[in-house]
């Protein structure tokens, strides 16, 4: 079974600009969840999704936005980049069928200058 | 609100020396899992515990989940370079499945 898949893995964005990452889960996961990762600052929970649906929502600005469509595939979109979103953004998948056992996509890497 | 919390923050060991992390979480969890993540890398799943009380082994690396369901702690044995990363738990809420918390971690540094 295929694991979480991000793409892209790199990116470098300028100040500004806008950036959409994309997340597939695991086959079977309904759960697509996002965080933001930075040094020294651990996991920051982005928000979730299931069944098309924003479940839960973190502490970030408006800036911040996802979906996730009907195959249950997700993106994140970070609209007018700050030089502080540089981070890895990590997107996970689970269900319920699994103990709600959450896999993480290896993620991607975002700086902006 | 509910937080899920972990100590110490940062361990450095020798290398062949043991380590503990403890988690602790405000509330009831369903289950508590956890996570390695290398420098460099993204985390990846270690094991959940279900059970209350429950102790489960990985060779080196002991797991125990709290009676109370609130509290859970991993120790590695004879710690190995190949050890070094950041060790997260995370859990469900024990009856509101939605709501999924994680660790604030532990970075361990193991010298050799």
């Known amino acids: 079974k295929a694991g979480v898949t991000q793409t892209p893995r790199y990116l470098i964005k300028t100040r500004g600009q806008q950036v959409t990452l994309s997340c597939s889960p695991i086959?079977?996961?309904?759960?697509v969840s996002w965080y933001q990762q930075t040094p020294g600052q651990g996991l920051q929970f982005l928000f979730e999704?299931?069944?098309?649906?924003?479940?839960n929502k973190g502490n970030f600005p408006g800036r911040f936005s996802g979906r996730q469509f009907s195959n249950s595939r997700s993106e994140m979109n970070v609209s007018t980049l700050e030089l502080g979103d540089s981070a890895l953004y990590l997107c996970a998948s689970r269900s319920a069928n699994s103990g709600n056992t959450i896999y993480f996509g290896e993620g991607s890497w975002l700086t902006v200058v | 609100g509910q937080q899920v919390m972990q100590i110490p923050q940062y361990q450095h060991v020798q290398e062949g020396e043991d380590f503990t992390t403890y988690c602790n979480s405000s509330?009831?969890?369903?289950?508590i899992q956890w996570y390695k993540q290398r420098p460099g890398g993204h985390p990846v799943f270690l094991i959940q515990l279900v059970k209350s009380g429950e102790v489960k082994k990985q060779k080196r690396l002991t797991f125990q989940f709290g009676e109370a369901k609130k509290n859970s702690s991993l120790h590695i044995t004879a710690t190995q370079t190949t050890d070094v990363g950041t060790y997260f738990c995370?859990?469900?809420?024990?009856?509101?499945?939605?709501?999924?918390?994680f660790g604030s971690g532990t970075k361990l540094n193991v010298k050799p």
């Open positions: 995370a859990g469900p809420h024990s009856y509101n499945f939605n709501k999924f918390y």
């Open positions: 086959s079977g996961h309904r759960s």
């Open positions: 999704y299931f069944s098309e649906t924003q479940r």
């Open positions: 509330t009831t969890l369903s289950n």
